[in-house]
């Protein structure tokens, strides 16, 4: 069974630098696709950025493109959410997800079937 853990949220300032973790466990990832989404209070879930475990291909939205970055560590099973210039509109629980989505769907929370508990980013003004 697949387990899914984040690591790494806290607070930190509009205009800091976070970056968050999922470590992955319970089965072979070389066909998933871990996503990274985040929700706050009263709101949906909303997709953040995706990384292809065997191709390492990447995806984002447009909201975060050019300043988060979606990498893996393939010998710890790892993948990381590096976040940059944070906005406190983005303060909200980040989720990594695991599944074999394809790519119409990839952004979808939907196409996930594990997920981990989240960690709490809050972004302060």
């Known amino acids: 069974q697949v387990q899914l853990v984040e690591s790494g949220g806290r607070l930190v300032q509009a205009g800091d630098s976070l970056s968050l973790s999922c470590a992955a466990s319970?089965?072979?990832?070389?066909?998933?696709?871990i996503g990274w989404f985040r929700q706050a209070p009263g709101k949906e879930r909303e997709f953040v950025a995706a990384?292809?475990?065997?191709?390492?291909?990447?995806y984002y939205a447009d909201s975060v493109k050019g300043r988060f970055t979606v990498s893996k560590d393939n010998a710890k099973n790892t993948v990381h959410l590096q976040m940059n210039s944070l906005k406190p509109e983005e303060t909200a629980v980040y989720y990594c997800?695991?599944?074999?989505?394809?790519?119409?769907?990839?952004?979808?929370?939907?196409?996930?079937?594990?997920w981990g508990h989240g960690t709490q980013v809050t972004v302060s003004s």
């Open positions: 990384i292809r475990w065997s191709s390492s291909h990447t």
């Open positions: 319970g089965g072979t990832f070389r066909s998933y696709a």
């Open positions: 997800a695991a599944d074999t989505p394809i790519l119409s769907n990839i952004r979808s929370p939907d196409a996930y079937k594990n």
